[in-house]
């Protein structure tokens, strides 16, 4: 079945550091593949997204690239804020109209000043 | 903006209770989703709904769960008989229209079974 496999956290960075996460997927077909972002007591916020390969989805500083060569979808950003502290989740859904998300464990990212 | 709204935000309940988890969808959306996040692990799928009927369902939603449309608003998720490894943040979303395939999340129930 299809599945998301996230780098393992917590992730602890100081502020304007150079941030990855780690994201690769297991899907038969063409999936499209999802950043999305639970700041503390809140619910899943969409972040980007993907559709096809090599897309790239940007947003906030935040961009991911539709790697299909290596099944991957990692988040970067160049420069990291206070504000960024979240867990971040890897997620797909096959193309094929909408179905449910698939999402990867999350990572727990916390920026310190 | 239009959002998802959710209520309650907590709902606690005694073990065998029924629980009734209530979501509003973003009004021309015409997919809608439960999920649900046990403490420290990930998102689940548990179903999603179109036209009126589940497209879609997932292990952990057994026949203790169901779920309905009753009226051209709302969508609700029932738990006949809680137990206590229900316990967890029940999230609904909806999809549709041209961003069909991006789904929109409520702020979450915190489900607490006691």
């Known amino acids: 079945g299809d599945s998301v496999t996230q780098m393992e956290g917590p992730v602890t960075l100081s502020e304007e550091a150079f941030l990855t996460i780690n994201c690769t997927y297991t899907a038969t077909g063409y999936p499209s593949l999802f950043w999305y972002v639970q700041y503390p007591g809140e619910g899943l916020q969409l972040l980007l997204k993907?559709?096809?390969?090599?897309d790239k989805g940007s947003n906030k500083g935040f961009e991911a690239t539709y790697r299909k060569e290596t099944t991957s979808f990692h988040l970067e950003k160049g420069s990291v804020q206070v504000s960024d502290s979240a867990v971040y989740f890897c997620a797909l859904t096959p193309i094929q109209g909408a179905q449910k998300l698939v999402f990867g464990q999350g990572t727990r990212l916390t920026i310190n000043p | 903006e239009p959002e998802v709204t959710q209520t309650p935000s907590h709902q606690v309940t005694q073990m065998g209770q029924e629980v009734i988890l209530r979501c509003v969808p973003i009004?021309?959306?015409?997919?809608f989703y439960w999920y649900r996040q046990i403490l420290g692990q990930k998102v689940e799928f548990l179903v999603s709904f179109y036209n009126n009927e589940i497209s879609e369902k997932s292990e952990i939603f057994d026949d203790q769960f169901s779920v309905e449309r009753p009226d051209g608003s709302n969508f609700t998720l029932k738990i006949r008989s809680t137990k206590l490894e229900d316990s967890a943040m029940y999230f609904c979303?909806?999809?549709?229209?041209?961003?069909?395939?991006?789904?929109?999340f409520g702020p979450g129930t915190r489900l607490t079974v006691l």
């Open positions: 979303a909806s999809s549709g229209g041209r961003t069909y395939n991006e789904q929109f």
């Open positions: 993907a559709t096809k390969a090599d």
């Open positions: 009004s021309n959306h015409l997919y």
